[in-house]
């Protein structure tokens, strides 16, 4: 379910961003390449810069029931993410 | 103390988890020598009812390929270390599981059954919360829905 990428951006500039479960059925997409605007860009701001949070939410305030991973390892909010990244937003784990 | 001994599964398929021990004992003790003196088992199996009530045709099991194994491999190396655990085995459904399947065993395998017990028990808290798993009950109108956390302990 690859999307088209939303910019021309060089791959070495961008991040993979990969939603799951409940995210993922919401938004309609599970994964797409995402350029990184800023040297400094983090979940956080791609969570807002993607729309994946509700328009009432402030920019600072980071959701309380999404949990972040990046390249696989749960991650903070405010992680730097590198160029090749991959950041996924996980929304309730239910295992066992 | 040497590294634990661990066994983790992802499922894909409909599993026996006394076959599973079994295979599991086997290998123990043709590593060990013997196998150890406790050991604790946990078999999880679907519920036929969904958190709403209603009949569940089917729970599916969606994950993070790559990331549920490195978590299930650093937790139970983190709770065998921590208890002294000789041995760990957790095996766990992927995929469309139904009403009265197993979904999730866990087994340790420990020299007295405190760390055996507690072991098992702190492993299988971890991996409830703490592994990309996510639950979907289908119902048998075709309904679905996700489940938004775990049941009380």
């Not at chain 2, 990331?67 to 002294?84: C, R, V, Y």
């Not at chain 2, 197993?102 to 702190?122: F, K, N, S, T």
């Amino acid at each position: 379910m690859l999307q088209p990428l939303p910019t021309a951006a060089e791959p070495t500039q961008q991040v993979r961003v990969r939603l799951f479960a409940s995210l993922r059925d919401a938004m309609g997409w599970s994964e797409q390449l995402v350029r990184l605007e800023t040297a400094t860009a983090t979940p956080l701001a791609l969570w807002h810069q993607l729309g994946l949070g509700p328009e009432h939410q402030g920019p600072d305030e980071p959701p309380t029931e999404v949990r972040v991973a990046i390249n696989q390892q749960f991650a903070a909010w405010d992680a730097p993410l590198q160029a090749g990244d991959e950041l996924a937003f996980l929304p309730p784990i239910s295992g066992g | 103390m040497a590294a634990p001994w661990r066994s983790i599964r992802l499922e894909p398929e409909p599993f026996e988890p006394l076959q599973a021990l079994a295979a599991w004992h086997a290998a123990l003790a043709t590593a060990l020598g013997a196998l150890p003196a406790a050991e604790s088992h946990f078999i999880g199996r679907v519920r036929p009812s969904s958190a709403s009530g209603e009949p569940l045709a089917a729970l599916e099991l969606e994950h993070y390929p790559g990331m549920t194994e490195a978590q299930l491999q650093a937790l139970a190396q983190a709770a065998a270390a921590q208890h002294g655990a000789t041995a760990v085995l957790v095996h766990h459904r992927v995929g469309r599981v139904l009403p009265g399947e197993p979904i999730v065993l866990v087994a340790v395998a420990a020299d007295r059954r405190g760390p055996a017990l507690r072991c098992g028990q702190e492993l299988l808290e971890a991996l409830k919360h703490e592994v990309p798993f996510w639950k979907r009950e289908w119902l048998a109108d075709g309904r679905s829905s996700w489940v938004t956390g775990n049941t009380p302990l």
